[in-house]
């Protein structure tokens, strides 16, 4: 955390803004308690953290720390973080309030664009919208703001920034109850393959991979992947963002690839497993949520759909999963139900229940993304007010901690949001779907 904060300019070191957050290295040890701030009752299992510390409360919502620093952090499932300043001899009372996230997807281009910005903020004033959902580091691997992460600057991920002001950003966006969430392309990384090609998969050809954008992916094995991917999750985390959501968590749906260690499910799904948890250390002194994005089909199937994803596994490592589950994608469909477009709301709600029984977790432990943009696989319609509801219904129905809109464009129609709770895409058709 010190070494972190001397790379970091002093402008930006000012602008990290999450309150009160201190580099005090003040040893306390601190008791209390964590409850929900309506209804006062203990929230079990809270995460609390103090300096580099972290515990979680028991039956009673009841806590005891040993840590550094003069803040104890909390958080909880389904709920907004929150912080207190402590002393020696404190006993913190945390609050939490329920909070259950309603978002949108906003790319780099998207959040820089004062059209599109101020679109999505007219969403939030007449909608259910909550939430926005940015790019820190985008499908092309630009990293979207100013960043004091090293590797960024030298592998050309900065040539290219598209918002200066993030920290300030965030902050105008919670003082308008927006909950942020910065979203991390992880292993699709063409910038950091074409500086560094030691690092990337390669064909059985020995060619660096390339998907069928022609972006090139880097190896999932490899410590300097994982540790660059971090780096950029704590300056995330440090600027505000309420959560860190890693998307491209996984290898790519190809066969035939070489990569640094043999391609098994067992090495891909502790490349996945190890990457999250090397994260998952590393932010934890600043009290944000960690999430990952699945495939929908991870739901359902019992091995690591060759990817390296299990839910049992990527379960135990994030606090949020985001199975995409857009019905364009289902293209086997799934049992009892063959065309997904003409059953929306079977689609999200009956993964979503495999994927929670399956996981042995909560409903409040998923976030779906939910499709809002043109059908590309099945009848090519476009996904309106009738297919979104259907999906929003599904999610809701299901109990899940909200729900997250996709549009590769940024374009939302606010109509079909008022008064239904429904989201609707442009006509205009999307190009492209991850």
């Known amino acids: 955390m010190n070494k972190f904060k001397k790379i970091l300019p002093a402008t930006l070191v000012a602008a990290l803004s999450f309150p009160g957050f201190s580099f005090s290295a003040q040893a306390l040890t601190v008791t209390g308690s964590v409850v929900d701030s309506v209804s006062k009752t203990p929230i079990e299992g809270a995460f609390v953290t103090l300096g580099n510390s972290s515990v ?7 806590f005891h720390i040993d840590g550094d620093g003069s803040e ?37 281009y998207g959040i820089s664009s004062m059209k599109l910005r101020d679109s999505a903020l007219e969403l939030v004033k007449g909608t259910p919208i909550n939430t926005f959902v940015i790019d820190i580091k985008t499908d092309t691997a630009l990293v979207s703001y100013k960043s004091a992460v090293p590797l960024a600057t030298e592998i050309g991920a900065q040539k290219l920034i598209l918002k200066k002001d993030m920290p300030e ?3 105008k966006l919670h003082a308008q109850g927006i909950y942020t969430i910065g979203r991390i392309v992880t292993f699709k990384d063409t910038l950091l393959a074409q500086a560094r090609p030691d690092l990337t998969i390669k064909t059985a050809t020995g060619q660096v991979f390339r ?39 996984r290898f790519p749906d190809r066969r035939g690839l070489v990569f640094s260690k043999p391609n098994t499910e067992q090495n891909r799904v ?37 990817i390296g994803q299990r839910i049992v596994d990527v379960m135990q490592h994030v606090d949020y999963a985001s199975p995409m589950l857009y019905p364009s994608g289902f293209q086997f469909g799934i049992p009892g139900y063959r065309d997904p477009v003409v059953n929306s709301h079977e689609i999200v709600y009956r993964s979503l229940e495999r994927a929670r029984v399956r996981a042995n977790v909560p409903a409040v432990r998923f976030r779906p993304w939910l499709q809002a ?14 297919e979104i509801q259907q999906q929003i219904t ?28 429904t989201m609707t ?7 492209t779907v991850r």
């Open 425 to 431: 895409a442009s006509n205009e058709a999307a190009q």
């Open 394 to 421: 599904a999610a809701e129905r299901f109990g899940s901690n909200g729900w997250l809109l996709w549009n590769p464009r940024n374009v939302y129609n606010a109509e079909n949001i008022k008064g239904t709770a």
């Open 373 to 386: 943009f043109k059908d590309y696989a099945f009848d090519r319609r476009q996904f309106g007010q009738k």
């Open 211 to 249: 998907d069928r954008e022609g972006l090139a992916w880097v190896d999932p094995f490899k410590s300097e992947v994982w540790d660059y991917n971090a780096a950029l999750a704590v300056e995330a985390a440090q600027m505000g963002f309420d959560e860190i959501q890693f998307d491209y968590v």
């Open 270 to 306: 502790e490349a996945i497993n190890g990457l999250l948890t090397n994260v998952r250390k590393k932010i934890e002194p600043y009290n944000v949520f960690l999430a990952a994005d699945i495939f929908g089909y991870v739901c359902w199937n019992l091995d690591d759909t060759e």
């Open 169 to 171: 950003l965030i902050e």
């Open 72 to 108: 104890v952090r909390a958080r909880a499932y389904g709920h907004m973080r929150t912080a207190q300043t402590v002393s020696a001899g404190n006993t913190a009372k945390l609050e939490l309030k329920a909070f259950t996230p309603k978002g949108i997807y906003l790319s780099a």
């Open 56 to 62: 979680q409360t028991d039956k009673t919502g009841a």
